[in-house]
């Protein structure tokens, strides 16, 4: 088995900074892309950020240079850092791995696309 947890959310002015941790547990052996989405209430899922298990990255143009995505592969764990935080980055952040392959002692096994249980960020003054 394997868990995606998400922290870090919470209640931020306009202007303010939060980042947000989401750390795999498990054997892990090793984890694909982690990414971290968003939804906002009444829209639609949407990718914010990308980071491959290189250390390549991607954004969401309405993130670009205000975000910054980054992993630490012995931890497990990927981070989103935002600054500049506006009201319309109000939403459920959720984190995603397109695998994780784990072990046990006998075999190696690969679950796709883990979903995180998600964790709030509201930007309101």
């Known amino acids: 088995q394997v868990q995606l947890v998400e922290s870090g959310g919470g209640l931020v002015q306009p202007g303010g900074s939060l980042r947000l941790t989401c750390a795999a547990s498990?054997?892990?052996?090793?984890?694909?892309?982690m990414n971290w989405y968003r939804q906002a209430s009444g829209k639609q899922r949407e990718l914010v950020a990308a980071?491959?298990?290189?250390?390549?990255?991607n954004y969401a143009d309405s993130v670009k240079g205000r975000f910054t995505i980054s992993r630490d592969n012995p931890k497990n764990t990927v981070y989103l850092q935002m600054n500049s935080l506006k009201p319309e980055d109000t939403a459920v952040y959720y984190c995603?791995?397109?695998?994780?392959?784990?072990?046990?002692?006998?075999?190696?096994?690969?679950?796709?696309?883990?979903w995180g249980q998600g964790t709030l960020v509201t930007v309101s003054s």
């Open positions: 995603n791995a397109d695998y994780v392959m784990t072990y046990n002692s006998s075999s190696y096994y690969r679950y796709l696309e883990v």
């Open positions: 498990g054997n892990i052996f090793s984890i694909g892309a």
């Open positions: 980071i491959a298990l290189g250390g390549s990255t």
